[in-house]
């Protein structure tokens, strides 16, 4: 098996202004893919502040146009391949109740905000969502967390056997 990792942390892979989504998707052979996996980070809401979009997802230049434009490619390349979505962690001092408000032109969303209308927006799209809400690193333990975004050796070791289980759970599944 072969496993291809695009991205680089705290560079926005996701921003739909910076086209570097759909420049990384078209840059790899995805025909003979089983499983993508498309993961949103902190700085792909915090540093961009971009539109959220609307559900429909229909502007290009939102955090769900993009995203959608990304699964009709995929799609397009791969019909039987299969996505999950996985949401972002939260920064300790936004973990509250989500922030939400959708809109091409005006929107406001925290993480947690943004967590749901990805949720949301998979759920209404056939596509497979992790949320990284209960995966033993959303709490502050100096274990876990060195700070309020990241997280220590221990920490990565705990999100990265929830993702793991939470991936194989959603590729049996879907």
Request: charged share 15%; net charge negative.
């Amino acid at each position: 098996m072969e496993c291809i990792n695009r991205g680089v942390p705290g560079q926005g892979y996701l921003w739909p202004t910076s086209n570097k989504f759909m420049d990384n998707l078209q840059g790899i052979d995805i025909t003979s893919a089983k499983l993508i996996t498309i993961a949103y980070g902190l700085n792909d809401h915090t540093n961009c502040r971009t539109k959220l979009g609307t559900q429909a997802a229909n502007n290009p230049n939102t955090v769900l146009g993009q995203l959608k434009l990304g699964l009709q490619y995929i799609w397009t390349q791969n019909p039987t391949c299969k996505v999950i979505v996985i949401g972002t962690t939260t920064r300790l001092e936004e973990y509250a109740e989500p922030v939400l408000t959708y809109g091409d032109t005006d929107s406001n969303f925290n993480t947690q905000g943004l967590n749901v209308a990805l949720e949301t927006f998979c759920n209404r799209n056939g596509v497979a969502f992790i949320s990284n809400d209960g995966n033993g690193v959303n709490e502050f333990n100096t274990s876990i967390r060195c700070d309020v975004t990241h997280f220590t050796e221990i920490g990565y070791g705990v999100w990265s056997k929830y993702l793991s289980a939470q991936i194989a759970s959603k590729f049996e599944t879907n």
